[in-house]
């Protein structure tokens, strides 16, 4: 049963809600309906919004969403696609401090890699797209893994770049342990990784392993 923004009590609905108790009171599916502005037939904005959510798992993966993804998405359709990334790229642009301009070191890596794997369960493999500027685009998170190890699928890694137009990238994951030693595999994927990188013209920075309180950098061993 379609519940309209119109039948919820008006103290509930969110732009209320937003004027009476301020932004931050706001749920993200409730943010997202104030962005959506209308659901569809049968579908209000908050349903819509909660949909996306749960379809996407949470708010970081629906902001990595590209336009032409959320707009194939049922009732989303281009104009609320095109609100959407404009919404999350507003967001990011505010808080351009996490995505330096131009990357000069692996500290700078650090500082979004950190922000967007804190207090995460289970381990995520982030693809940080960079362009020919060394400056970052795109954090594109790839896999999520079990509870001490994530898949680092090579190919994937190389499509997630040059479907988002990097020449340059680099990868974070973090260790919910918080032990920041590298596994075997953890190794092995960063030399797999910078030993493809270049076939299809990219350049792989590093490999940054990261926790609540640390961060540690695989520098990949150059071919040849």
């Known amino acids: 049963m379609s519940i309209r923004i119109a039948d919820i009590p008006e103290d509930d609905r969110p732009r209320e809600r937003l004027w009476r108790k ?8 409730e943010l997202l309906a104030l ?11 908050l ?6 959510l749960a379809e996407h798992g949470g708010i970081d993966r629906l902001a990595s ?4 993804e959320l707009a194939a998405f049922p009732g989303v359709g281009p104009a ?4 959407l990334v404009a919404a999350f790229q507003l967001s990011r642009n505010v808080g351009g401090e996490l995505l330096p301009g131009t990357v000069r070191r692996p500290d700078d890596l650090a500082a ?4 967007e794997l804190a207090g995460l369960r289970r381990e995520r493999v982030l693809v ?18 079990s509870v001490d190890r994530s898949l680092l699928p090579v190919r994937e890694v190389l499509n997630a770049v040059l479907r988002n137009d990097g020449t340059a990238f680099a990868l974070a994951h973090n260790h919910p342990s918080g032990d920041l030693t590298p596994s075997p595999q953890d ?8 030993l493809a990188a270049p076939i299809v013209g990219l350049r792989f920075l590093d490999h940054l392993i990261v926790t609540d309180a640390a961060w540690l950098n695989l520098t990949p061993r150059r071919p040849g």
Do not use: F, Y
């Not at 609320?80 to 609100?83: N, P, R, S, W």
């Not at 979004?112 to 922000?115: E, S, Y």
């Not at 362009?131 to 999520?144: E, K």
């Open 128 to 145: 940080l797209v960079l362009d020919a500027g060394n400056r970052v685009q795109r954090v594109v998170p790839l896999t999520d893994g």
């Open 112 to 115: 979004i890699a950190r922000r």
């Open 187 to 194: 190794l092995h994927s960063t030399e797999a990784v910078a």
């Open 65 to 68: 969403a590209g336009a032409e």
């Open 22 to 29: 301020g932004v931050a009171a706001l749920s993200n599916t």
């Open 35 to 45: 962005v959506l502005r209308q659901g569809r037939s049968g579908e209000s904005a």
């Open 47 to 52: 349903q819509l919004a909660a949909r996306l």
């Open 80 to 83: 609320k696609a095109a609100a």
